[in-house]
């Protein structure tokens, strides 16, 4: 489903500011995998899924998504097959746009571009059946301008169109970080729900440690680029954040940085 050999990007090569921000990365993913991933400010979790999206290129190495080779496809291009959820709830969503219309436009976005307006009335009792599953009254507030709705409904918004086309992979960037805590727990409990009925293979970076136990099937810790951890089904489901920890610093020699929101 998603394999990444060998993956190298370093930033800034030759300078006093050079970082090795992938170190040989090598991660596959079956599919139905919802692997969580965590580590500390700069290990590189977020440079991985630029990387998988196509927002960056690898210095050396080679992705793929569905066994084609997609090292060197365009964002653009690999939009069919990779649905994604950033940090920033005004990120996924168009404000001035509304409820309907985004819907439209990420109902669009893997068919063949037509004259046909894109909020027909077939559209919209579909629209309003999988706003539903969302428990948010939205399927009520379809004409509603998104720059309108709360960071919380927008993130909600934004998760339900990232997997309307049942795209290859869904990649979630820390996208419940900014909310506060009672809308971020709506927004796990959402992502739970529709991933399971789903089905998408998906990778979700995360500062919150529980959160990381708490949702998917394995987990990868990295650290200064590198993936250090990787614990399959079966173990996981007995983690403990101690545990964690314990473990980053067996195989490091130090503790892990002390960042707060790590250990949420």
Request: net charge neutral; no cysteine.
């Amino acid at each position: 489903m998603l394999h990444l050999t060998q993956i190298n990007k370093v930033f800034n090569e030759g300078t006093l500011d050079e970082k090795n921000a992938l170190d040989h990365i090598n991660l596959s993913l079956n599919k139905g995998d919802f692997v969580t991933i965590i580590g500390s400010n700069g290990a590189g979790k977020s440079t991985l899924m630029n990387m998988i999206s196509g927002v960056l290129t690898p210095d050396t190495g080679k992705v793929e998504i569905d066994g084609k080779n997609v090292t060197y496809l365009s964002e653009h291009k690999r939009a069919k097959l990779i649905g994604r959820v950033f940090q920033d709830p005004m990120a996924g969503t168009a404000p001035t746009m509304t409820i309907e219309e985004n819907l439209a436009m990420a109902y669009s976005r893997n068919k063949t571009r037509t004259l046909r307006r894109g909020v027909t009335k077939q559209r919209k009792v579909y629209f309003k059946e999988v706003l539903e599953t969302l428990h948010l009254g939205l399927e009520n507030r379809l004409t509603a301008k998104v720059g309108l709705l709360s960071g919380g409904e927008r993130q909600a918004l934004s998760l339900l169109m990232a997997t309307f086309t049942e795209p290859s992979i869904l990649l979630l960037d820390e996208h419940t970080a900014a909310l506060d805590p009672s809308r971020a727990e709506l927004i796990t409990n959402i992502t739970k729900e529709i991933v399971a009925n789903t089905g998408l293979t998906t990778l979700m970076v995360t500062h919150n440690m529980q959160q990381a136990l708490d949702l998917g099937n394995r987990l990868i810790m990295m650290d200064k680029g590198q993936v250090i951890l990787e614990v399959e089904e079966e173990e996981k489901k007995s983690l403990t954040i101690d545990r964690l920890l314990k473990e980053f610093q067996r195989i490091r020699g130090q503790q892990m940085a002390n960042d707060r929101a790590l250990l949420s």
